[in-house]
């Protein structure tokens, strides 16, 4: 009967790491759409509250690795159960991470919200559209122990870094016209390299969730090539 009683003990524990890491993925999606929502609509309000927010998502982490490392202290965990603990400490870097570029965004928000528009407009949203919707699959694929949507999330990451780069001449076009907006595009500049690096990051959790699930690493190889 202690077996049982501990075993269920353990479920318990694995089950309440994966919830916090969901729950804080969560959080950095939100952090994310409002960051862009206040740089488009030029809300230093909602700037603020994302700036304010990154604590939660900096408690999350303490949380989470003390929930990790407890875990692996008491219950001496093999397998897949020791590949899940082992990779959430790395997740829950990623998102960390992920949360401190959302409050860049922000931040550079309250820089541009009081300056004039750049003319022609150059459009931020498909590339942080780009960036939601795979942060979204690497979060589900966590969720569904599913290596193939891992993988997808990592082959995607390509997209992200061409759109980047689209932008990013796009801006700097902008300069060579007209050198008084360099105030404006640098701001903005510093929203596409945000961006990106968020992309990276999501990167990171596609191979770390590709690990967890097929004790695969990934890193540093070329990635895959689609079947379709």
Known sequence: MTTTHTSKDFETELRTLRERLCAMGGR???QIALAMEALGERNDDMARKVIEADQLIDR?????????????????????????????????TDLERIGDLA?????????????????????????????????????????AKDADKATAVIVADREIDKLNARLFAELLAHVATDPSAVTRVLPLTSVCRYLERIGDHVKNLGEEVVYM??????????PPVPNN
């Open 28 to 30: 950095c999606e939100r």
């Open 60 to 92: 999350d982490e303490n949380d989470i690795d003390e929930l990790a490392l407890q875990i692996l202290a008491t219950r001496q965990p093999v397998a897949s159960d020791l590949r899940l603990i082992t990779m959430s400490l790395k997740i829950v």
């Open 103 to 143: 409050t860049g965004i922000a931040k550079r928000a309250l820089e541009l919200n009081h300056l004039p528009p750049l003319e022609p407009h150059v459009d931020l949203g498909p590339l942080a559209a780009l960036v939601d919707k795979n942060l979204r699959a690497a979060l589900d694929s966590f969720v």
């Open 213 to 222: 699930v097929r004790a695969q690493d990934v890193r540093h190889r070329p």
